[in-house]
């Protein structure tokens, strides 16, 4: 006993001694398919105690355009680059969990990324259902969008990251929804304020009579769904396609969010590998004398160059943009960085206490596997 008692003592402090750069730039000019192609990459070691992934949206809220550098400033992060698709008002297009909390849901034709407290990461297929959960669970409320414009008929669940109010301007029954209980139900053709950390439960609709469901100072819970279920959440975002799965090349021809994916263009692409580090390269293109951009297979044989079993696409084009200790790396195909709706921004905590701390329970965690 007092051997294994040694043994895990020295192990502990040769982990807390033990510094490797858990956030690693680098960049390489190379030849590929005749074509000259400059790649920027940051490898992250997610196993290092004090490295985070967060997603970032434009001004901290949805909606509207910000470039990344702003953003990775702004969170207090050491790198990033350009995220996920958008519409044209750059409202982020599928699932988004942020800080724990859900705030859209997935949608049903490309993977996710999503980084559990388990400390894994998942990419895969996923769906999700989010749900107002009463205590008689048959009269749950299934939630069909979240934090999107409201269609007739449906329920809508709007959070303060979609701003102050839910804009909605037709007729609708509303619940106010905070710490977990109803506070108050708004029939009305005017916006609703939603309250801070809380939430606004919408539908549109002329028969509100039919939808008064809800009690004032009843308790609920929002509750989400994944399926499969990955687990407690605390970080996800919707990718624009597959490119690597299970350290197989699957690059389509075609994405539905990108179009025909034969032609090179700039491409922003993150990947895991077996060790749990996340590679994430920016490829600039549409540049002849610089970089000539990629096509998508050729994304993915990157990618399964760098160890990784799972890779996506995230938006590329114009947008594509890595930032490294506050400084645009790459060379965006506009001649300037593009503003975007969403990024993912790498944060290092360097703190020596919460490192020590950090690194004690993720020896812990994986002394316990």
Not at 105 to 115: E, L
Not at 281 to 309: F, W
């Amino acid at each position: 006993m007092f051997i294994v008692r040694f043994i895990i003592i020295i192990n502990l402090i040769l982990n807390l001694y033990s510094y490797n750069d858990p956030v690693i730039y680098k960049d390489e000019n190379i030849t590929l398919n005749n074509r000259t192609q400059q790649i920027h990459t940051l490898e992250v070691d997610l196993e290092e105690p004090g490295v985070s992934i967060t997603n970032a949206l434009s001004f901290g809220k949805i909606y509207g355009f910000e470039k990344t550098s702003v953003m990775v400033k702004d969170n207090g992060a050491i790198a990033g680059v350009n995220g996920m698709f958008y519409t044209m008002y750059g409202h982020h297009i599928g699932l988004l969990v942020k800080d724990k909390k859900i705030v859209s849901k997935a949608n049903n034709y490309t993977p996710v990324v999503a980084f559990l407290e388990s400390g894994e990461t998942f990419i895969g297929d996923i769906n999700t259902e989010v749900k107002i959960k009463r205590k008689d669970d048959n009269n749950n409320i299934i939630v069909s969008t979240m934090n999107d414009g409201a269609n007739d008929e449906t329920w809508v669940l709007y959070s303060d990251i979609y701003g102050n109010s839910n804009r909605i301007t037709r007729k609708s029954i509303n619940y106010v929804i905070e710490d977990n209980r109803v506070i108050d139900k708004v029939i009305t053709t005017e916006p609703v304020d939603i309250p801070r950390n809380g939430y606004v439960l919408s539908r549109v609709t002329e028969d509100t009579d039919k939808y008064d469901l809800l009690k004032v100072n009843e308790i609920v819970e929002i509750d989400t769904v994944y399926t499969p279920d990955i687990g407690p959440v605390k970080e996800a975002f919707q990718s624009g396609g597959w490119l690597v799965k299970d350290s197989v090349n699957v690059a389509k021809d075609y994405e539905p969010l990108m179009g025909n994916t034969r032609i090179p263009n700039p491409r922003t692409i993150l990947g895991i590998t077996k060790d749990n580090k996340l590679i994430i390269k920016v490829i600039d293109g549409r540049q002849p004398n610089h970089s000539y951009g990629v096509t998508g297979k050729d994304c993915a044989d990157l990618m399964l160059k760098e160890g990784c079993i799972n890779a996506v696409y995230l938006d590329g084009g114009a947008s594509s943009t890595m930032v490294y200790e506050n400084k645009v790396v790459n060379s965006p195909s506009n001649k300037e960085e593009r503003k975007v709706a969403h990024s993912i921004v790498v944060k290092y905590e360097t703190n020596i206490i919460s490192r020590i701390f950090s690194k004690i329970r993720n020896f812990a965690r994986n002394f316990m596997k």
